[in-house]
């Protein structure tokens, strides 16, 4: 038997046993002595609110730390309180599943973004610099970082939605995904110390004290980290930004953080060190109304306006030129992104190398303005895995020329069979007879052409048909066009497997089968997450929560909070 202290809704000394006794137990028997409800009463141990888990092995008082003379509190909360709870615990599950599906949607995404091989989506996952330039890493440090960052950007997301223990779940995987990188590849990049602040900023908004050494030492590696990635008093930083002070609120952030961390550990004029500091810097990023008046009668909006004040120091013709630029940098990737949709499409038409890799379309340029026909260019480096040297070798040998020509007939005769064979399974299953089927689709034709001729000429002469066709239709008509309000046959293609027609497609890219087995909701969401944001966007802190923060500490420190150490109860915002 273990005896547990009790304070609250009812005092006393409870006697328990830890092994067999869960939370709920201690919760009826608690709300019994308080001649209360059990939904009406929160237990708290630890700095941590206790939940009644659904797994035996998590419900035991043991498992939780519980033991003789554990200090409980007990709190009152309202009947709709106590019932929120039993729905946190109901939506356990949903929230699991949540997560695994961003995990498994970020590793899907980084490994066809990361190695080269042609994307499913029309669009590419590129990795910029704090100046918005591209940068190159080797294949497996790719992907390792993608993920990581795909992941970060998730974690920021339930940030800005409050939901903070779901942040910490998504930004220790991010975490986890950095740490397969080559230390040396990513000891210059800022994105791993800013989560490590991301995640203590999260153990503070959820008032978890017992976090306080491991939130120590992840500000003192983000602090190592930001210096490196940012030079000496970010002197690096500031060079790429032309001067700007963009990282004022993030170096806030951390102080603030190292500030509440020392304040909890007993060493108050450290902590007030550190928030006088942040507090000076929190000054320091406050708009003017004048200089915000000013910018936004230039046609920038309120919040674009503040934050490039913010970042300039409070210039009103450096924050203008921010904003001109970011303008700029917006207009110039909307004209890459529409280039490089256009570059997949193509790169599309020429099928992938044995390796599963796009071909390189600078090669192919390259290739091309030496006076070899595309087309055959292309599928040389295909064959070649983008071997330039290799494929001009091909190119030049008259009968490896030939045997190149031979592998793009054949290419464009299976997707014209497979066409077919997509027009087929797709009539057939309308209820037409195969055989007729099979003999109007060989006779030529649009699908709506074919279609119309079963309609109306069930068991006419397919081949003489054809011969009418092509006497009342242009050479439109014979390459599948159809009219405004029609259904292509590439549409009905989209919802058809090669694999299911017995078409050899392995030099043609991704299947249908694995397109179907995409998280297209889960991609799609973390896609425009990230298309939303830029090299600068995690330095775009408000503060307003930072500034509050920081005011009731130095308050705690003056009345004297410091001369003893802080209880769980200080640890607020």
């Known amino acids: 038997m273990a005896k547990l202290k009790v304070a609250g809704t009812w005092a006393g000394v409870l006697e328990v046993e830890p092994e067999n006794w869960t939370v709920l137990m201690l919760r009826e028997e608690i709300a019994k002595r308080s001649n209360m409800g059990t939904e009406s009463i929160n237990l708290i141990f630890a700095g941590k609110v ?48 949540r997560l695994a599906r961003i995990k498994a949607a970020v590793t899907a995404l980084s490994k066809r973004h990361a190695d080269g091989a042609l994307p499913i989506e029309d669009f ?53 995904a950095f740490s397969l990188c080559n230390p040396k ?34 500000l003192e590696k983000a602090k190592e980290g930001l210096e490196r990635a940012h030079g000496k008093d970010s002197s690096r930083f500031r060079l790429l930004q032309a001067g700007r002070s963009s990282e004022l ?57 503040k934050r490039s004040l913010r970042m300039s120091n409070q210039d009103v013709q450096s924050a203008v030129n921010l904003l001109v630029l970011e303008r700029e940098q917006r207009k110039q990737k909307r004209e890459d992104d529409i280039r490089r949709r256009n570059e997949i499409k193509e790169q599309k038409r020429y099928g992938v190398t044995p390796l599963k890799k796009a071909v390189d379309l600078q ?13 055959l260019a292309a599928e040389a480096l295909r064959k070649n895995e983008n071997d330039t040297q290799k494929a001009l ?16 007939e054949s290419r464009k005769r299976k997707r014209q069979q497979r066409a077919n064979d997509g027009k087929i399974e797709q009539l057939v299953s309308m ?34 048909a054809a011969d009418n066709r092509s006497n009342t239709h242009d050479s439109s008509a014979n390459d599948n066009a159809s009219t405004p309000g029609s259904t292509p046959a590439d549409a009905v293609l989209e919802n058809l497997s090669p694999d299911t027609v017995g078409i050899d497609n392995s030099n043609e890219g991704p299947s249908a089968t694995e397109i ?18 830029d090299a600068i966007s995690d330095y775009n802190i408000d503060v307003t929560q930072e500034g509050e923060a920081i005011n009731e500490y130095l308050a705690l420190l003056d009345s004297g909070g410091g001369n003893g150490k802080a209880s769980s109860s200080q640890l607020s915002h």
């Open 249 to 305: 609120a993030l170096y806030l952030r951390l102080e603030l953080l190292e500030g509440v961390v020392a304040y909890h550990s007993g060493q108050f004029d450290k902590s007030r060190k550190f928030l006088t500091s942040a507090q000076a810097k929190f000054f320091q990023l406050q708009v003017p109304d004048e200089a915000l008046s000013i910018v936004m009668s230039m046609g920038f909006g309120e919040q674009d306006a």
């Open 431 to 464: 209820g037409f007879e195969r055989s007729i089927v099979i003999s109007a689709v060989q006779a030529g034709g649009s699908l709506e052409q074919v279609m119309h001729q079963l309609l109306t000429h069930p068991r006419a002469d397919p081949i003489a």
């Open 516 to 533: 179907e087995q995409r998280d297209l909701e889960m991609e799609d969401e973390i896609a425009d997450e990230l298309a939303r944001g």
């Open 363 to 375: 090669k192919l340029m390259e290739l091309d303005s030496i006076g070899f026909e595309k087309e």
């Open 185 to 218: 590849s990513i000891e210059l990049v800022d994105n791993i110390p800013i989560l490590q602040i991301d995640m203590v900023w999260c153990y503070f908004m959820l008032q978890d004290i017992a976090q306080l050494s491991v939130a120590g030492l992840r």
């Open 50 to 97: 206790l939940k009644d888990f659904t797994s035996e092995e998590k419900s035991s008082l043991s498992h939780l730390g519980i033991k003789n003379n554990s200090k409980i509190l007990a709190c009152r909360v309202s009947v709709e309180e106590g019932k929120t709870l039993k729905n946190e615990l109901l939506a356990d599950d949903e929230r699991n599943r």
């Open 124 to 176: 590419d996952i590129e990795l910029e610099d704090q100046s918005g330039k591209k940068v190159h890493f080797s294949e497996t440090d790719r992907q390792a970082i993608m993920t990581g960052l795909m992941l970060h950007t998730s974690g920021k997301q339930f940030i800005r939605k409050q939901m903070f223990s779901d942040a910490l779940e998504v930004l220790t995987m991010g975490e986890e």
């Open 393 to 408: 070798d091909d190119l030049t040998n008259p009968d490896a020329n030939n045997a190149l020509q031979r592998a793009i």
